[in-house]
């Protein structure tokens, strides 16, 4: 599938942060930078930019904040090899504190939405294009919103500047039908802008999901190293470029950074394919039950797990 | 997704055996047994029909063999309350060791074959079909078959009396858009037939597949528990369930035996989404190198293993 609108952002360091804080070591990072560039990766997603009025730097890493100091480490003394991104949460980034792109390492912030923040994520978008960066919207949780609210949303969405918009499967519960609806309506109702698609594996189906969004004419696409992310986790980035057999990509840098740098975190947290994941991948919810379940002591219950989150679904 | 003709069949002992030399004491068998019972799952496939000319029970367990006695201790002496598929492979079973259905505990015999064996497969299903039995062929590995010669094997297949043919995509190499086309050409070519489909997990498409067949309109559908089977593994049954939304069916049986038997082993076998298995599937080759990497004690060497694969690749 080669296209030559189709852009790759790779979210290992950001959204396999979830997992641990953001409490990658500086090599880990720079090898994952490297590893991106060689393989001809568009974009690598450092982490969060967040103000550090909003969250500690005792409880968490450096990549939940972003700073240029941090962001210079990586990239060394060469030239910048691949752009970076940075998600931004409404609320937790004061105007303030975002640089000028002139000023910084970043070339792209993507602001993170659910639907009723809509107009507050475009005024921090266009806050961010002001400042020169490219910026994307990502409107999260799709899969809870009813049709008159994403309808309303993408309407204000199809008014802004923002040129970018993310279809996002927060709790990994598309199937690749839903994929196809909701990528036409998208489409659709955002005529002249670029659409992307960030998917969870809950149901093993990132990976599938993404190329049907693909065939859509979807051209942004989130995936990470060897899945890693929030709970199930990502699209992976090595079956994606594998699939996109575009010259330009590379897949062996993938491989290699997986083998030294990622394989080690897969003895320290459980992202992938678990029971409990599915679980809420299947019921559509946040995963947050099954991370904490993930990380108690009886996480192979997964019995006890089950009827729990059905016996609460069942009550609602 | 509730289509009556809809059959699900469970391969974990048949297929995950494939990892263990059929070694699954019969405690396990049982409760997979029972669990697909109170699941509502239509045929579970209990091992291959194999005759011990052919193999010695010293280093295969029961379920390479399916003995008569062995299938009725785990029925017990209830009513049977599942379907009993067996797998034979051409040359591996002598005609005289088939029993007569009357005479069996089996309801299905799946012939399995590759595109040059097929008039033995079909001369082997008839022999079977006129014992009594249910039968179904399954044309292995068609990812790597030319298109004159897997008309002319459909062609011979149209002709013959199986009712049931397979597409099986032995090594997981498929994308949906293959699993479209290939749907699509064993419906027009083999009218009047049921069709099937067997996949394998390498690249994390193993349940996307299937979903894809059951919408080409494909109504026997392969998976196992938790996924297991050779190499990458199946598409996972309690995947399949939640899908299939049906109200005979049920997924909690199949967590808990996935809790209770299937997390066992998965401190003894390798089965799933490793590195290796998604090489072999990218590659569209058997997965024999990649189950022998990850026997090895340098399973983690994943490069190395790129390496060898894609060099031999590269001087075919």
Redesign the interface.
Known sequence: MFRPEIKVIDCTVRDGGLMNKWMFDEEFVRKVYLANAAAGIDYMEIGYLSSESAFSRQEFGPWKFCAESDLKRIIGDEEKKVKLSVMADIGRIDYADIPHRSESSIDMVRVACYVHQVDSAIALAHHCMDKGFETTINLMAVSTVGMRDLNEALEDLAKSRVPIIYLVDSYGAF???DIDTLAAKYMERLPGKTIGIHTH?N???????T??AI?NGINYLDASL?GIGRGAGNC?L??LL??LKNPKFN??PL??V??EQV?PWREKIDW??F?PY?VTG?LNEHPRSAMAHMESDRK????EY??KL?GEQAHV
């Open positions: 199937y690749s039908e594996n149901q093993q189906l990132a990976f599938a999901n190329i049907t065939i060897y992976p090595e079956l594998s699939f897949v062996r491989i290699q997986i083998e394989f992938g394919y029971i599915m299947v192979n219950s997964v019995v089950y009827d059905n």
